[in-house]
């Protein structure tokens, strides 16, 4: 069973920054895809940033230039450097990783979230 464990959540001021973490039991390597998702107060869940497992990047135009994702393989760990925080990127992050077996099946799993609530 895969788990995913975010960390990283808490209340900052407009301007500053916070570094989110996701933790994977076992290693991410196995993933062919990982992402960063997030869910403001009554709207839809959206994806902010994803990574492949070779490193290619991509970003919900909210966020370019202040968000950026990464992952150590090593430490089985994913990341989100989130920079210049505005009150808009208040929300429920969520990690997200794809798995695909041997016969192309598709699986995903989420973690269980941590909450960036950014203030004016």
């Known amino acids: 069973q895969v788990q995913l464990v975010e960390s990283g959540g808490g209340l900052v001021q407009s301007g500053g920054s916070l570094r989110l973490s996701c933790a994977a039991s076992?290693?991410?390597?196995?993933?062919?895809?990982m992402g960063w998702y997030r869910q403001p107060p009554g709207k839809q869940r959206e994806l902010v940033a994803a990574?492949?497992?070779?490193?290619?990047?991509n970003y919900v135009d909210s966020v370019k230039g202040r968000f950026t994702v990464s992952r150590d393989n090593a430490k089985n760990t994913v990341y989100l450097q989130m920079n210049s925080l505005k009150p808009e990127d208040t929300a429920a992050y969520y990690c997200?990783?794809?798995?695909?077996?041997?016969?192309?099946?598709?699986?995903?799993?989420w973690g269980q979230g941590t909450q960036v609530t950014v203030s004016s």
């Open positions: 990574i492949t497992s070779v490193g290619s990047t």
């Open positions: 997200n990783a794809y798995y695909r077996d041997s016969t192309s099946i598709i699986y995903t799993y």
């Open positions: 076992g290693s991410i390597s196995r993933f062919y895809l």
